[in-house]
């Protein structure tokens, strides 16, 4: 679902772009990776496409994964930063804004992450997601994680996840009024 809709470059004139964060608390041996993702939407004959245009995800120290979501939130000028809050709570909003005055969103996981990841999946399905370039190691996650108990946490995919939502709950509206 992914290669038959992947584009080289995106639309130079995305209508929004927003950075997802599924932030890590730890930066120790076995810590999970923060995920950072970079995504954007732009209506075309009369339908929304998502883009995925990069994948920032690292092991870091909170303050060194907050530099890495506002770094990209400035490189891509997004709109915004949606980041779960599940761990950590207002620490993770708190650590960001002690960087940087962006515009920032907490959301709260509250289902499993494949229902969570559902309408997501149905945009893949419909061919209206596109990945910009390769991202080899986002593209592994998400054909690897089955949802499993066992599983190791898809960081990387469930900062997509986040982003992705952020953007299609959202419908589009002009960067010049989001901003």
Not at 45 to 52: F, L
Not at 147 to 153: I, L, T
């Amino acid at each position: 679902m992914i290669n038959p809709f992947r584009v080289k470059c995106a639309p130079a004139d995305l209508d929004r772009i927003v950075v997802g964060v599924d932030p890590a608390i730890t930066k120790k041996e076995g810590s999970d990776r923060t995920g950072i993702i970079i995504a954007g939407c732009k209506k075309l004959r009369g339908e929304i496409h998502y883009y995925v245009l990069d994948d920032r995800s690292l092991i870091g120290t909170p303050n060194e994964w907050a530099s890495c979501a506002i770094n990209a939130y400035n490189e891509y000028d997004a709109d915004r930063i949606v980041a779960e809050t599940n761990q950590g709570g207002d620490l993770v909003e708190q650590t960001i804004r002690n960087i940087s005055r962006v515009s920032y969103s907490g959301v709260r996981a509250t289902r499993g992450k494949i229902v969570r990841a559902e309408p997501i999946a149905e945009l893949y399905e419909r061919g209206l997601v596109h990945h910009v370039g390769e991202l080899p190691a986002l593209e592994d996650e998400m054909c690897e994680y089955c949802g499993f108990e066992e599983d190791k946490s898809p960081d990387r995919m469930d900062a997509l996840v986040w982003a992705l939502t952020e953007l299609s709950s959202h419908g589009i509206g002009s960067r010049a009024v989001l901003a």
